[in-house]
């Protein structure tokens, strides 16, 4: 293997690129590290709030059953994740990471730091576009099929979570496997308040040397085996069949 002592000139295009990856291999390695466990927490996460916020935003209100504190409980709820969706869905993750990162750090939290920030930004974030996209996935399903379990004993709660909700999520696959896809991407808006993503990495690697062209080159082999990869393990889960109810079967 060659060691590299001094880089190679800028006409030495794989050359350089040897050189960047013999010595900041490390900074490279530790890049997609962070970037994997912001898209995975990120989107875990995400996709764990959204049921919650599905949950609150399908509730049916009864007007002659409930009582008005219930109504008007019900009634904020659905308002609230309306407000969610629409807040972070408009503005960009950049924005959310900046407004996030520099409005806490005043507290002083021990806790707070931009690796935790990063985290929180990209879970929030992903919350609004995941419970769309079961919200989406829900609306797809047959009201039958709410009916028929509700005729065969199980409660409302039995049947969303027995019934609807598996359909709903296998049908949204897809799209939740591409939401992680742009977790992998857009994790690199992170770079503004110091999380040393794979962009960052780069940046670092490539700052004192001045060869941003190489570096870069690098980064986006990288994010191109991530995303692939990424794609062919959402196919293949895709194509299993997971034991859903489905009651029209």
């Known amino acids: 293997m060659q060691i590299w002592t001094t880089i190679p000139p800028k006409d030495e295009f794989f050359n350089t690129i040897l050189y960047l990856l013999d010595t900041y291999g490390s900074f ?4 997609v590290w962070i970037t994997l466990l912001l898209s995975v927490i990120g989107t875990l996460g995400g996709f764990i709030l959204s049921l919650f916020l599905t949950i609150m935003r399908e509730q049916d209100i009864d007007h002659k059953r409930d009582s008005w504190i219930q109504i008007a409980t019900k009634k904020l709820s659905k308002g609230f994740v309306r407000v969610y969706v629409t807040v972070f869905r408009g503005t960009p993750m950049i924005v959310q990471a900046m407004i996030f990162y520099y409005g806490i750090a005043p507290l002083k939290l021990s806790c707070w730091n931009p690796l935790v920030a990063g985290l929180t930004v990209v879970t929030l974030n992903t919350t609004a576009y995941i419970a769309e996209v ?3 996935g829900i609306n797809g399903i047959d009201k039958g099929q709410m009916e028929a379990a509700r005729s065969l004993g199980f409660s409302k709660q039995q049947g969303m979570f027995k019934v609807v909700f598996p359909q709903a999520i296998k049908n949204s696959l897809p799209a939740i496997g591409n939401e992680f896809i742009v977790n992998l ?4 808006v992170l770079s503004v308040i110091g999380v040393f993503d794979l962009f960052k990495a780069t940046q670092s690697a490539t700052s004192s040397n001045y060869r941003p062209v190489e570096g870069f080159f690098i980064a986006a082999i990288i994010y191109l085996i991530l995303t692939f990869v990424t794609s062919k393990i959402v196919d293949h889960l895709e194509h299993q069949k997971p034991k859903v109810v489905n009651i029209n079967a």
């Open 185 to 188: 991407k857009d994790t690199a």
């Open 28 to 31: 490279f390695l530790r890049g």
């Open 134 to 136: 079961i919200r989406s």
